[in-house]
């Protein structure tokens, strides 16, 4: 029998994997994967006929739920200081490289276009379909990739784009990396792919986690890291801000003035280091009246969310 008790705020629960959901909401009604910070928590009943180990491991699970739930509230509260403009909106999510839980995340679940980050997936993709070939990249392909990623190259995008298949090649990419709530732009915009900051997190999980079975080998992962290690200078905002200087942030940002509207997408995603241990963190936001505006809204996020997280 699975039981899962919470004071004061509203729970939903739903069977996921292995484990189960727990989504808090303060507005109310629960909804999965949105609200405010979401945590993967499997909380049981503890078996008192069964061996020790056992019973030790069922603690230290309990002790690290609890632990998550309480970053989940101390995010809450990081977030809810947020002073956001007009009619703008953003939603984060972050969590230890080391730590392969579910995120914690502030509205995980909100759907933003990607703009520019979706490159990422792009890149992902393309190592991926080099290795089902067992193939390394062309010359040509690391070429576009590099431009891509180091510079926000749209050309080259392009190119690599139509090379994986366009939005069915990428759907079926993000699909292997466990993404559950991307969908690839159509009529080859590549820049209005809809996502969301979990699955974010979960992408940048197939880049710098290995896990247990990656999808990505070794030497994929240490090129995709590389290269967004390297982003020129005045493309290296965002999550950034929340390192602390030790370790260079590898990440890819993301902006994009609409165009029925003329306000400002502005994301960033990546992995950032923080007192020696290293951050996945995805924040997206909408809504801006400028691009200052939105990146110093996804910064002053960055900060929040990683110092919640981390507990500082």
Sequence with gaps: MVVAVFVGVLVLVGWAGSGFVAVRDE???????????????????????????????????????AAAAQAGRRLDRA?????????????????????????????????????SVVKVDVLAAL????????????GREREHAAAMIGHSDNASTTTLWEALGGAPGLDAANARFGLTGTTA????????????????????????????????NGESRGYARELMAGVVAGQDWGVSAAGDGEQPAALKNGWLPRGTTGLWVINSTGCVSVDGRRYLLAVLSDGHTSMHEGITLVERVSRGAVGAVAGR
Excluded at 33 to 61: K, L, M, Y
């Design 79 to 115: 977030m809810a200081g947020v002073r956001v403009s007009g009619g703008a909106r953003f939603s984060v999510a972050v969590v230890p490289v080391d730590d392969d839980g579910a995120p914690v995340a502030y509205r995980g679940a909100s759907v933003f276009v990607t703009a």
């Design 127 to 138: 190592l991926l379909g080099a290795q089902d070939k067992g193939r390394r990249l062309t």
């Design 185 to 216: 732009g159509t009529g080859g915009l590549w820049g209005l792919t809809r996502t969301t900051a979990v699955d974010r997190i979960a992408l940048l999980r197939a880049v710098f986690a290995a896990g247990a079975d990656p999808e990505l």
């Design 27 to 65: 507005g109310g009604a629960g909804r999965a994967g949105g609200g405010p910070a979401a945590r993967t928590a499997g909380a049981g009943t503890p078996d008192v006929s069964r061996a020790p180990g056992a019973a030790r491991a069922e603690e230290a699970a309990r002790a690290e739920e």
